[in-house]
């Protein structure tokens, strides 16, 4: 089993340069990958149930004990970003579905990248954890509720469809994997060791299929997609910190809510926008994989150079660990 943990241990390390080395294999030969995207739900599936047999009930307890930087991470979470995107669409003028697509990347959750990028930047990760549940938990309805608020100009938002598909590659993974945790703990403890190089290798599939069906819109979008992501990103970073600041939240809390707000989980954005929108309006989600993970790790290494007050640890982050 040790060469499997080594093999998650540099998928994780180097998850960024394989996603880059994904797309560009997928672009270079795309009838090799294009088969996958009938199962690109399921893949979703697999890595939310991975995220599911991770969390453990005190990653809950923060609602409860400490409501404040969870509901202002949730309510950033799901302003900041779909807002931002919308502004940006019409600010570089995005075709409609591009414009879509990026709305669509700021209204899904938090990624489960980010918890890594706020434990690498010695930032407050009982609350990322908290942060990226909840919002995943709270996805099915904010999610297809801000694309027809925001997106609807562009394409057709079909909240019911929108809804249950959410639900059924989300959120019922995560509670399948919770249970799994809670309730079967040495099945959870041996899986565990495996989860995250499946899950790796389900989100490079996922994408690797996503670019293998676009590589024409690719070409001509690329480009403008790539900096309308990067802005997006940069926004939900800045004022991810700025928010929390406001709120005169400890260093270590700024730093776990400006890393939540700037990730996406970006194959949610993927799946969603590949089944209920068009292969093109799932760009910005696949270029998010990319960038998210190289912007994440320079944060988090700034960061992570820069010591932390005393004050600003923590209370739960001995317990999770127990």
């Known amino acids: 089993m040790k060469w499997i943990e080594r093999l998650s241990s ?24 294009i088969p996958i995207n009938a199962y ?15 969390l453990k009930p005190v990653d809950f307890k923060l609602v409860a ?10 309510v950033a979470q799901f302003t900041i970003m779909p807002f931002t995107a919308f502004m940006i669409a019409y600010l570089l003028q995005l075709p409609p579905e591009l414009a879509a697509g990026l709305v669509l990347l700021g209204s899904v959750p938090g990624g489960t990248a980010s918890n890594v990028m706020v434990y690498l930047a010695k930032g407050d990760l009982p609350l990322s954890i908290t942060m990226t549940s909840m919002s995943t938990l709270l996805a099915p309805i904010a999610t ?12 057709p938002v079909n909240f019911v469809d929108m ?9 019922i993974p995560v509670i399948a994997g919770l249970l799994i945790n809670r309730f079967l703990p040495k099945v959870a403890a041996k899986t565990s060791v495996a989860m995250p190089l499946v899950s790796v290798l389900a989100i490079l599939a996922i994408l690797s299929a996503v670019v293998a069906a676009n590589t024409g819109s690719l070409i001509q979008a ?55 929108f068009t292969p093109l309006a799932a760009i910005p989600s696949v270029l998010a994989a990319a960038w998210h993970n190289i912007s994440g790790p320079i944060l988090a290494t700034y960061w992570s150079k820069r010591p932390l007050p005393p004050e600003a640890t923590s209370p739960l982050n001995k317990k999770r660990a127990s």
């Open 163 to 171: 809804f249950t598909m959410i639900v059924q590659v989300i959120v």
């Open 65 to 74: 004990t400490r409501p404040l930087p969870v509901l202002l991470g949730l």
């Open 222 to 276: 690329g480009l403008i997609s790539f900096v309308a992501v990067m802005l997006h990103n940069a926004a939900g970073l800045a004022l991810g910190f700025i928010a929390a600041l406001a709120f005169r939240l400890p260093a270590s809390q700024r730093r776990a809510i400006s890393i939540e707000v700037g990730m996406q989980n970006s194959g949610l954005g993927v799946a969603l926008a590949t089944a209920h």
């Open 144 to 155: 297809p509720a801000l694309l027809y608020l925001l997106a609807g100009q562009w394409l």
């Open 10 to 33: 540099f998928a994780g390390k180097y998850f960024a340069l394989l996603v880059i080395a994904a797309a560009i294999t997928a672009f270079l030969v795309p009838e090799i990958f």
């Open 40 to 54: 690109v739900p399921i893949l979703l599936g697999v890595v939310m149930l991975g995220m599911g047999m991770t």
